[in-house]
């Protein structure tokens, strides 16, 4: 039985009322039909009864979707959109049209990764950026571990990790949830870093969240995911029958009398005994795992406020038994303006709480011994000793401390909060003060039960696990202050931009550590631990940098640009006569394509050649206080 169809067609226009070729006239809904105007802008399509509207796309220009009710000819004329080159990104301390950069700087906006199921936001940036490779090194629930690097390695023995940047805060990229982000900008040469001088060695990434919108009313959004994880692939793996013949054949070929005779042999390979089990450890340990994700968000605003609130829940378990991750993680942004627009203030909380959780080993260790794993060995049996079912295995002993509440438990609360005013007296002269407090607090448990264990049923020695229990605590604080003056000037076609700052930062950091061993009882509780092991230590230290830069920004009728930056960083971690440093750079572009010789080739080419050179520096070494090493 087949739809009934009409024929619908029609011209598209430019706004100067010339034929569009090449626009994409799509049916809306499940139906795959699609229709290309010609040169002449005309196009034609049949479409079933059911389609309500069109959708009319074209480069550079704003779609539009139209109703098809009653209608068999649609003629529109199409409008031309911001372009990609007008697109306004951040870059260090302000904002630029992506047409006049000199700099080697990327971005990507939200909408480009829309319909992925992100859990972090480095995952962003994947594939999106060149000169960007990002790593991931572990599937640990919760923790990635992803490495980013920009353009290759920039240090041999020191931090290679890129300078991430949160609303004009120093953060890290996981400080904030993917569904919060609005754009992201990646700084990438010297060039474009160097107004953030000795903390840029490795690169910088901006990342701006989303903001409150005026004159749509309340905006709510709720996204909700799940998904199912499990093994792609795992080795496979030998039955014990054949490991225990094999073992026999290597012993033999070195003269060695062989450890299972014929009888075992067979009970192996029939397995009507458990005393002869054939045991996978991959199926023992691996499981099928699921992950929900929650998001809901609040914005909106009127003529002199804007608001913007939302939380996240994600509930994400490992494929390894054992292993699992909770957190919850909010975002708050509240923007005010008074005197008629020339004074605005904005105010902020990001944070998170995030519970993670491990066998009594990391795991990497635990996935190491698992792989080395013998098929011959039981997983769980009666203790001979006390006929209780608290016997386990070498190799099922991660299970048997689960089992008895053993594990490490890791739980990380951080809050960056922010306030800042800005004061415009007279038009194009902004000055900003921008205050911050990004704290971090870790707590990491490690219990290890009292139980027993024994290799394989031959084995008459049972082994008694000893006992222990390791807490760790931390908590850092970063504060930061930042004064701003920027005016900017345009007479004629000549366009300038001046900016002036200074920037103080300071870093307080406190870890304390304790651990007992022989627990008279299988509870996390230091009083329980045996009074002759307990062990204790501690560590703090403070360091803080203090900066003042500039930067100048030319443009001549959009042709010729010119940006100079100047830098310069001091920081309590070198010794006298060493602390301060300067980081200047210079960037010059010519816009080839707003020539008048180059006005009669194809609209939408672009050609601008562009040349730098900047310094950076490294003040992020291992140790806090080089100058008394």
């Known amino acids: 039985m087949y739809a009934q169809l009409k024929t619908i067609s029609g011209k598209v226009l430019d706004d100067q009322r010339m034929p569009l070729p090449g626009v994409i006239v799509k049916a809306n809904g499940s139906i795959n039909v699609t229709a290309i105007t010609n040169k002449d802008g005309n196009y034609s399509l049949q479409i079933p009864e059911v389609v309500k509207t069109l959708t009319f796309s074209y480069l550079s220009y704003t779609s539009q979707i139209i109703s098809v009710a009653g209608k068999s000819v649609i003629n529109v004329t199409l409008k031309e959109s911001v372009t990609q080159l007008e697109e306004v990104i951040a870059v260090g301390y302000g904002t630029q049209t992506k047409a006049n950069l000199t700099g080697a700087v990327s971005s990507v906006s939200v909408k480009e990764v829309e319909g992925r199921a992100l859990t972090s936001a480095d995952q962003i940036l994947q594939g999106k950026i060149s000169g960007v490779t990002i790593v991931q090194n572990s599937g640990r629930p919760g923790?990635?571990?992803s490495?980013?690097?920009?353009?290759?390695?920039?240090s041999i023995d020191n931090n290679n990790d890129p300078l991430v940047i949160i609303n004009g805060v120093q953060g890290n990229i996981n400080d904030v949830n993917p569904n919060d982000?609005?754009?992201?900008?990646?700084?990438k040469d010297a060039a474009s870093a160097a107004i953030y001088g000795s903390r840029a060695s490795a690169g910088v990434i901006i990342i701006e969240t989303k903001k409150g919108v005026t004159g749509k009313g309340l905006q709510v959004e709720y996204n909700v995911t799940g998904s199912m994880v499990n093994a792609t692939r795992l080795p496979n793996t030998v039955d014990s029958y054949t490991?225990?013949?094999?073992?026999?054949?290597?012993?033999a070929n070195v003269a060695l009398a062989p450890i299972y005779n014929a009888s075992q042999l067979e009970l192996f390979k029939n397995q009507t005994d458990?005393?002869?089990?054939?045991?996978?450890?991959?199926?023992?340990?691996?499981?099928k795992a699921y992950m929900q994700n929650h998001y809901l968000s609040l914005r909106g605003g009127e003529k002199?406020?804007?608001f913007s609130n939302s939380v996240g829940y994600k509930d994400q378990e490992g494929i390894l038994a054992g292993t699992s991750s909770k957190r919850l993680s909010y975002n708050s942004n509240l923007n005010g303006s008074?005197?008629?627009?020339?004074?605005?203030?904005?105010?902020?909380?990001?944070?998170?709480?995030?519970?993670?959780?491990?066998?009594?080993?990391?795991?990497?260790?635990?996935?190491?011994?698992?792989?080395?794993?013998l098929p011959t060995a039981f997983i769980q049996s009666i203790d001979t000793l006390t006929g209780d079912p608290n016997l386990y295995s070498y190799p099922g002993r991660f299970l048997g401390a689960m089992n008895l509440g053993g594990g490490i438990e890791n739980k990380l609360n951080s809050l960056n909060s922010r306030a800042s005013i800005e004061i415009e007296p007279v038009k194009g002269l902004i000055g900003k003060i921008l205050l911050s407090n990004n704290k971090l607090k870790t707590d990491y448990v490690n219990f290890t039960p009292r139980f027993y264990t024994s290799g394989s049923y031959e084995e008459t020695a049972i082994n008694l696990r000893e006992s222990s229990l390791e807490k760790r605590n931390s908590q850092s604080d970063l504060n930061t202050f930042l004064a701003t003056l920027e005016?900017?000037?345009?007479?004629?076609?000549?366009?300038?931009k001046f900016l002036g700052a200074h920037e103080r930062l300071e870093m307080i950091y406190s870890y304390d550590a304790g651990s007992v061993k022989n627990l008279s009882s299988n509870q996390p509780i230091f009083n329980y631990g045996d009074p002759t092991s307990p062990f204790l230590s501690s560590a703090a230290n403070e360091t803080a940098t203090a900066s003042f830069f500039g930067r100048v920004n030319f443009s001549y009728a959009g042709k010729y640009l010119l940006e100079l930056n100047m830098r310069r960083d001091g920081s309590s971690r070198f010794a006298d006569g060493r602390k301060w440093g300067n980081f200047p750079s210079v960037s010059a572009g010519w816009r080839i394509s707003e020539e008048g010789f180059f006005k009669g080739l194809q609209k939408d080419v672009y050609l601008k050649i562009r040349g730098s050179w900047g310094r950076l520096g490294n003040q992020n070494i291992f140790t806090q206080y080089a100058f008394a090493d």
């Open 274 to 287: 458990p005393n002869f089990p054939n045991t996978n450890w991959y199926d023992v340990y691996y499981k």
């Open 243 to 251: 490991y225990a013949s094999l073992l026999n054949e290597a012993r």
């Open 143 to 145: 923790d990635d571990n």
């Open 338 to 373: 008074f005197v008629k627009n020339k004074i605005r203030i904005n105010l902020g909380l990001v944070g998170y709480s995030e519970k993670g959780k491990e066998l009594i080993s990391p795991t990497s260790t635990a996935l190491a011994e698992i792989s080395g794993s």
């Open 487 to 496: 005016y900017t000037l345009k007479k004629n076609k000549h366009d300038f």
């Open 181 to 187: 982000i609005e754009s992201v900008s990646v700084l």
């Open 304 to 306: 002199n406020y804007k």
């Open 147 to 154: 490495e980013i690097r920009i353009r290759g390695v920039s």
